[in-house]
Each structure stands twice: as structure tokens, then as C-alpha cells.
């Protein structure tokens, strides 16, 4: 089961997006596997203290991403493949990397000074 135990919600971006990251994040990360059971919504809600819709917002958006499948009872379980992990992935790494480019734009790099930038750290 994911665990929600360190869940921050300092972020400041909406709690069901926090929520949706950090399923993601756990995916990413091996603490989550292909048919872990999800927290129930009852309690997910009582235990980062946030509205019941505020979670099942979370849970319908990646229901509709198939990352999660519900059944009767209202239980929910992971559903991931290599692929997906990856997608998941790639679509993490994709944010974090389009916050560092802003970042560098803000700063006035040229995408030739950046990408050196890139070349010299990754030694």
C-alpha cells in the first residue's frame, strides 16, 4: 500500500494534484507496485485531514489514466506495467526539466549556454 505517512501539504499547488504526484512519485520510486491497494478514500481524507472530494478528484483523474482501478467496495489497486512506469516516468522528469528551462530563460541562457550548462554537470 502507498504510503502517505511523509505527505507534505505545504506544496501550495491544489491537495488533489499533490496527491496524484505523489502516487506518481511512489510508482517512480518502487515503493509501489502493480496491485498494491490504495488507501481508501474514507480514509486518505481522515488521515491528511482534507475533504472526501478532495481525494475522490484524486482517484477519478488517475482512474482515468489507468494508474488505478476501483472495485465494488471502494477499493482501489494499482495497475502498472513497464510501460506506464515509464510514462510516468518521463512525464515527472518532463515537468521538473520545464521548470529548470524557465528557470534558465528567466535568467537570460541562450539554450546553447544551457545546454553546456548541462554538459558540465553531468560529468
Not at 2 to 18: A, N, R, T
Not at 19 to 31: D, E, L, M, N, P
Not at 50 to 61: E, S
Request: negative net charge.
Amino acid at each position: 500500500m502507498i504510503s502517505f505517512e511523509q505527505f507534505d501539504l505545504q506544496d501550495g499547488s491544489p491537495i488533489y494534484l499533490q496527491i496524484i504526484r505523489h502516487v506518481k512519485q511512489s510508482i517512480v520510486a518502487g515503493s509501489a507496485q502493480d496491485g498494491d491497494e490504495m488507501p481508501s478514500r474514507r480514509v486518505l481524507s481522515a488521515l491528511l485531514g482534507v475533504n472526501p472530494n478532495t481525494v475522490q478528484k484524486a482517484y477519478r483523474m488517475l482512474e482515468d489514466e489507468a494508474i488505478i482501478e476501483s472495485h465494488s467496495g471502494a477499493k482501489s489497486y494499482l495497475v502498472l506495467d513497464a510501460g506506464k512506469v515509464q510514462r510516468i516516468r518521463e512525464e515527472l522528469l518532463a515537468n521538473d526539466v520545464q521548470a529548470i528551462v524557465s528557470a534558465m530563460k528567466g535568467m537570460g541562457l541562450s539554450k546553447r549556454e544551457a545546454i553546456l550548462l548541462v554538459d558540465k554537470l553531468w560529468e
